[in-house]
């Protein structure tokens, strides 16, 4: 099976393919943060653990407008890694962004455990963004000159879009 996907899908086709699978995954957090405000600040903040109810009571104040914002300028710097990669084959930043996607679906996961409930993204993290990853990073340590140990390397770079995201919901405050 792997090896028709390996051949039907170019790198370069693959590679762009993640930031459609960025937007698709981001768009479902868009669309249900509002759901899960509804759903009732009060219960989710009893949910979580107490050194945590600051963050979380600041994040649950966010609207989709804000959230939006937020994501369209994460979009803006994933496109640019995008490109790097897929036309320029300067992988390290696109090798992040996929590393630290595919960690990004542990945390919707634990999200939906910890408050027993829906949460928004976490359907898209499981059905998509992990098998698209997972399959992502497999072929570029298999078909590009990128190794494992690149990818372990790439890990702190990929934290790097912390700033991008915290800069976006500022930015969204003031704006959305």
Known sequence: MLEALNASVSLNGLIWLGLVMFIIHDLEEIIWIHAIRAKGKAYILNRIPKPL????????????????????????????????AA?????????????????????????????????????????LVLPFTSYTLYRMVTSSPITLND??????????????VLVGHAIGRKVA
Do not use: C, K, N
């Open 151 to 164: 990818v372990l390397i790439s890990i702190p770079f990929g934290f790097l879009i912390v700033p991008v």
């Open 53 to 84: 109810t600051s963050v979380f009571d600041h994040l649950l104040d966010t609207t989709s407008a804000q959230f939006a914002v937020a994501v369209l300028l994460e979009m803006l710097v994933l496109t640019v890694v995008t490109f790097a």
């Open 87 to 127: 036309e320029r084959s300067w992988y390290l930043g696109y090798l992040a962004f996929m590393t630290i996607f595919f960690l990004h679906v542990f945390t919707h996961v634990g999200q939906m455990i910890l408050l027993r409930m829906y949460t928004p993204g976490v359907v898209t993290a499981l059905l």
